[in-house]
């Protein structure tokens, strides 16, 4: 009698260790992000949203491989924002001030987030050559082209140039190829816009190789010299400038300030001297040879700006379904939109 009693005792001891454990293991609240139209590359996000302690999460990077969903914990409140970026797609916004997106963003329950990624935006580009050696010149052009690809692919920057369109017009009977330097105030000139066979096409980034291009603050001409005219013309396009020096990476330069990307060099310091927000390996530092990097703030910005020419009306309009930004340049918050764009310097993944 006294072994059943025990017996009976271990079970109602058991059976309440049991219920203890199962309640113990109850899942708590946790929301996913499931992408769509993903690539084969790693995959990473920035997600806005007031968590269970009501503090707030602004572009908290979050990273997963692809083909699996990006499990965040437990947002509870809105607003709400995903930024997603991948190799291969163009970086891709989700968020609460979007009027088809279901109010609120964040529950206290488990939410789960799709998100389809937009599909990198294919630009066409033209390249002229107007002096120097032709064969040279085109050899540098197009390994500028090809290094220009090369960093907005690895970069995440999910714009492809479409092909390598060049012309060599070292020939034309005007008297272009004779001249020496140019600046963006001979836009009209190296252009042809008003010949029968004009050197530009309209509405797209149009890039010269030349001797030697003045610099900035009318500095003395140089080979080495690269410049973007943009907003400095009457004729719709973009006109890029490139001195028969030049390093590759340079064009890459170009291309961001034609997507309205600003120089860095004033955020090359931080509080953190080894981790400084800016190094010259960036690609809109304005004096490098070490040019490769773009960091998620940028990337999102190239796409978004109002001023880019991915989304000017007059030029790509890559975007028209798509509303864009206003961002400043700032390695903070803007104190006017702190759930706006993420600051410049916002990274996922580190430069290497």
Known sequence: MLNEQRGFATLVALFAIGAFMLQGCTASPSDTIKLANEGSHENGVLVDGTKEDGSFDNDKPFRSSPGNGIRLGNYTAPPGEIIAFTRGRAPTLKTSRDSQEPVPFWTSGSDTKELKFENEYVIDVYFWIISGSVEQQWKRALHAYYRTQYILAKERQGIRLNGFNIEDRTTDQDGIAQRSAFNCSDYQDLSGYDQDNPRYKPHKINIY????????????????????????????????????????????????????????????????????????????????????????????????????????????????????????????????????????????????
């Open 209 to 352: 190789y030349v001797d030697q291009v003045v610099g900035e603050n009318n500095e003395p001409p140089s080979a080495e010299y690269g410049s973007r005219c943009y907003g400095d013309t009457d004729i719709p396009g973009v006109f890029i400038l490139m001195g028969d020096n030049t390093s590759a990476h340079l064009l890459a330069h170009e291309v961001g300030h034609a997507l309205n990307l600003e120089h860095i060099d004033q955020f090359s310091d931080s509080n953190d001297p080894s981790q400084p927000y800016f190094t010259e390996t960036n690609v809109m530092h304005s004096a490098s040879n070490t040019r490769k990097f773009l960091t998620e703030g940028q990337t999102f910005r190239a796409v978004v700006l109002d001023g880019s020419a991915l989304n000017r009306k007059d030029l790509y309009n890559a975007r028209p379904n798509l509303i864009p930004r206003k961002c400043n340049t700032l390695v903070t918050q803007d104190p006017d939109d702190p759930q706006g764009c993420p600051p410049i310097h916002t990274r996922i993944w580190v430069d290497r």
